[in-house]
C-alpha cells in the first residue's frame, strides 16, 4: 500500500531545524523523501503548507503539512511507536525533557545564532551569555540523571539527544568560522561534550550530518551577510 | 492524595493560563503568591534557571513554564481533555501554541515602550492579531472546537490582557469591525464559567499596569 505513510520532508541542508527533523525520521527507521528548497526562491509548496512563517522544515504526513521543529519531533514521537521513544513514559520526565530541549532551542541555540551573525562587542557580550547558558545545561544534564548518564545507543536516543546534536554537531566547523570555542569540554561542559561525542560515534548521525566543509561554507556565507547588512 | 501547589503572581496571564487548566480537571491546589521584587527563597529552588512564575508543585517536584506545566497537567489528570487525541490534530494545536509564544512579546512591548519601540510593537501586535483572525481561528467558536483547550488558554493574554494594554496606551487594536471572529472569540471566552470566574480585577490591572509603566519609562530615562 504505496498511499499509507508517505512522508516528505521539505527543508535546507545547513538548517539545524531541519536536522533535528532529519535526525527523528532516521532515527526511527521511517522512509521519507527529501525535498530541498532554496531559500530565496521558495516553492509554491511550502508557502501553501506553512502560509504562516514560509519556513523550512515542513513535514508532510499523508498529505498533512506539520511544522515547527520541536511540534514536529513529538507528532513523530506520537505517530511512530516502533524504535526509541524520543519522550519518557513518566509525565514528570517528560516535563523536564521538554524544558531542557526548550532551553536548548531558545536560550543556547538562538544566541548561538547571534554569535554567527555579530562581532566585536555585541558578539562578545553573547559569547559570555553562551557560556551561562552552557553552565545552567550542564547542572540540567545532571538533574535528568541523577543516576549517572546511561550508555547512548540507537535505540535510547531521545528529544534532548537531538536537540544536543542539531546545535552542537557541527561544533568543528562552527570553530573554525568563529575563530573561537563555544563548547567548554573541561570547566563548563564536560556531561554535555561527553554525551555528544558519544552521539557523534553513532551509525545514524555520522549519516546525517554534512560534510565539514560543506557546513563551513554555509556558516561563512551567513556570518558575511548578516555583517555586510549590519554595516549598512 | 499527592498535593499540588502554585506559585505565582496576582496579576500574571501565564499563571491564570494554569490555574484555568486546573480548574478545569477540577484539581485542588494551595496557591502560594510570589512578590516579585522579594522572590522566596523556595521559588529561586524550584526555579534556578529562570526565577519565574508559575511553578507547578506536586508531590514536592517542580514544573516550570506554564505551557510545559499544561502538558504535565494533562498527561496526569487526563479528565476533561485540553488537547485532541488525534496525533495530526494536536500537532495543530501546538503549533499555535508556539506560536503565541513566539508573537505575544509584542503586546507586552507595546506597554513597555514609547516612539518608535512602541510603533513596532503595535505593528507587530496587528500582524499578530491578523493571522490568528485569518488562518488560527476559522469558522469555530473556539480554537479547540465548540470547548475551549490548550490553545483558547494559552491565547488568553490576548482576550483579558491586551485589551488593559490597549487602554494604557490609549490605542485601540482588537476592534469587532478590524477583526470579527477574534472578537468574538474573546467574548466567548471570557463567558466560559472557569474563565469568568477566574481572572484577575480588571481595574487593580489597570492600576497596576499603570504604576508599572511610569516604572518602566521613567527608569529608562
Known amino acids: 500500500m504505496a498511499e499509507e505513510n508517505k512522508v516528505s520532508l521539505h527543508g535546507f541542508f545547513a538548517s539545524p531545524y531541519v536536522r533535528r527533523v532529519d535526525l527523528a525520521l532516521k532515527f526511527k527507521g521511517i522512509p521519507y523523501e527529501y525535498v530541498e528548497e532554496d531559500l530565496k526562491n521558495k516553492s509554491s509548496l511550502l508557502l501553501k503548507y506553512n502560509p504562516v512563517h514560509k519556513k523550512v522544515p515542513v513535514l508532510v504526513h499523508n498529505g498533512k503539512p506539520i511544522v515547527e521543529s520541536l511540534v514536529i519531533l513529538e507528532y513523530i514521537d506520537e505517530t511512530w511507536k516502533n524504535g526509541p521513544r524520543f519522550l519518557p513514559e513518566d509525565p514528570y520526565k517528560r516535563a523536564q525533557i521538554r524544558f531542557w530541549a526548550s532551553f536548548v532551542h531558545q536560550q543556547v541555540f538562538e544566541n548561538m ?17 553562551v557560556s551561562e547558558k552552557l553552565s545552567l545545561l550542564e547542572e540540567g544534564i545532571k538533574s535528568i540523571f541523577p543516576e549517572g548518564i546511561p550508555i547512548i545507543n540507537q535505540e535510547n536516543v531521545g528529544l534532548l539527544d537531538i536537540l544536543i546534536v542539531s546545535t552542537f554537531g557541527s561544533y568543528k566547523a562552527q570553530e573554525e568560522v568563529l575563530g573561537l570555542k563555544l563548547i567548554d569540554p573541561e570547566k563548563t561542559s564536560p556531561l554535555l561534550f561527553s554525551r555528544l561525542k558519544a552521539l557523534l560515534e553513532l551509525h545514524v548521525v555520522k549519516g546525517a550530518l554534512p560534510p565539514h566543509e560543506k557546513v563551513v561554507g554555509a556558516l561563512k ?10 554595516s549598512v | 492524595m499527592a498535593e499540588v501547589k502554585l506559585h505565582g503572581i496576582w496579576f500574571s496571564p501565564f499563571l491564570y493560563r494554569v490555574i484555568w487548566a486546573l480548574k478545569l480537571k477540577g484539581i485542588s491546589y494551595e496557591y502560594i503568591e510570589e512578590d516579585l521584587s522579594n522572590k522566596s527563597p523556595l521559588l529561586l529552588q524550584y526555579n534556578p534557571v529562570h526565577k519565574k512564575i508559575p511553578v507547578l508543585v506536586h508531590s514536592r517536584k517542580p514544573i516550570c513554564e506554564s505551557m510545559i506545566i499544561i502538558e504535565y497537567i494533562e498527561e496526569k489528570w487526563p479528565q476533561t ?7 495530526y490534530e494536536r500537532a495543530k494545536a501546538r503549533f499555535w501554541v508556539k506560536f503565541v509564544e513566539e508573537k505575544a512579546p509584542a503586546i507586552w512591548s507595546l506597554y513597555r515602550s514609547t516612539g518608535e519601540e512602541q510603533k513596532k510593537a503595535l505593528k507587530d501586535s496587528s500582524e499578530m492579531l491578523k493571522i490568528l483572525e485569518e488562518q488560527g481561528l476559522g469558522e469555530k467558536k473556539f480554537f479547540g472546537g465548540d470547548t475551549i483547550g490548550i490553545v483558547d488558554i494559552a491565547f488568553g493574554v490576548i482576550a483579558h490582557w491586551f485589551g488593559v494594554f490597549e487602554e494604557i496606551v490609549e490605542v485601540k487594536v482588537l476592534e469587532a469591525h478590524a477583526f470579527p471572529r477574534l472578537h468574538a472569540w474573546k467574548e466567548n471566552f471570557e463567558e466560559v464559567p472557569v474563565i469568568k470566574e477566574n481572572l484577575p480585577d480588571r481595574d487593580k490591572m489597570l492600576d497596576y499596569f499603570k504604576k508599572r509603566r511610569m516604572e518602566i519609562l521613567s527608569a529608562s530615562q
Not at chain 1, 545564532?113 to 551569555?129: F, H, N, P, R, S
Not at chain 1, 556565507?221 to 547588512?229: G, I, K
Not at chain 2, 485540553?82 to 496525533?87: I, N, R, T, V, Y
Open chain 2, 81 to 87: 481533555p485540553l488537547l485532541p487525541s488525534d496525533p
Open chain 1, 113 to 129: 545564532v547571534l554569535i554567527l551573525k555579530t562581532d566585536g562587542e555585541a558578539q562578545e557580550k553573547t559569547v559570555k551569555e
Open chain 1, 221 to 230: 556565507f551567513m556570518r558575511q551577510n548578516a555583517l555586510n547588512s549590519a
